[in-house]
């Protein structure tokens, strides 16, 4: 059993910064792959980035690679997901997740074993 907890989503400017933090519970979090997803106001969630339970492998969806950076810490069990350049559209709420498998599986969201319940990211002028 994983249970998830983000923070760090708040209002932002359109070209800033955030970093998004994943607090898990649990002995056996480091052989989990960690994602983030996003669901914006009425659309469906969709997947942003992912980390192996390594840490060695990760895997971003197309609309954010170059702007995102997913990493973990093991030894304090939390995911990251850096965001930069920030967008009117990547206004959302953002979940952690977390899977057995690799992380291009993340990519497909049934395979999410476990969510955290979602921290609201706004970008805004």
């Known amino acids: 059993q994983v249970q998830l907890v983000e923070s760090g989503g708040g209002l932002m400017h359109p070209g800033g910064s955030l970093r998004l933090s994943c607090a898990a519970s649990?002995?056996?979090?480091?052989?989990?792959?960690m994602g983030w997803f996003r669901q914006a106001l009425g659309k469906e969630r969709e997947f942003v980035a992912a980390?192996?339970?390594?840490?060695?492998?990760?895997y971003y969806a197309d609309s954010v690679k170059g702007r995102v950076t997913i990493s973990r810490d093991n030894a304090k069990i939390t995911v990251y997901l850096q965001m930069n350049s920030l967008k009117p559209e990547d206004t959302a709420v953002y979940y952690c997740a977390a899977n057995h498998g690799s992380p291009r599986a993340m990519g497909i969201i049934r395979s999410v074993e476990y969510w955290g319940q979602g921290t609201q990211v706004t970008v805004s002028s």
């Open positions: 649990g002995r056996t979090f480091s052989t989990y792959s």
């Open positions: 980390i192996s339970y390594s840490g060695d492998s990760t």
